[in-house]
């Protein structure tokens, strides 16, 4: 059975920084590809970051780009984002998925972590 468990979301300032976690058990991170969704109240959710399986490569959303790094553990079996420079449109319920099955689809979710960005 894959378990994925984010931890590490927050309230946070605007300018600020947090580093989500998402430890995966029944599946070997290093064999699949990884990445980070978010879901805004209201809004429909959304790609923010993914990793591939060999960590070679790595995709981010505009967004995200040059304030959000994704990165994986493979001893920890586990995937971050760090968020730096964090805006108030970035709250939002922040998901893990694994299992990459094409066209940003994953098979496998976690049950997300609240991230709040006051201003």
């Known amino acids: 059975q894959v378990q994925l468990v984010e931890s590490g979301g927050g309230l946070v300032q605007a300018g600020g920084s947090l580093r989500l976690s998402c430890a995966a058990s029944?599946?070997?991170?290093?064999?699949?590809?990884e990445a980070w969704f978010r879901q805004a109240p209201g809004k429909e959710r959304e790609f923010v970051a993914a990793i591939k399986w060999n960590a070679a490569v790595t995709d981010y959303a505009d967004s995200a780009k040059g304030r959000f790094t994704i990165s994986r553990d493979n001893a920890k079996n586990t995937v971050y984002l760090e968020m730096n420079s964090l805006k108030p449109e970035d709250t939002a319920v922040y998901y893990c998925?694994?299992?990459?099955?094409?066209?940003?689809?994953?098979?496998?979710w976690g049950q997300g972590t609240q991230v709040t960005v006051s201003s």
């Open positions: 998925a694994a299992n990459y099955l094409g066209n940003r689809n994953y098979r496998y």
């Open positions: 029944g599946l070997i991170v290093s064999s699949y590809g």
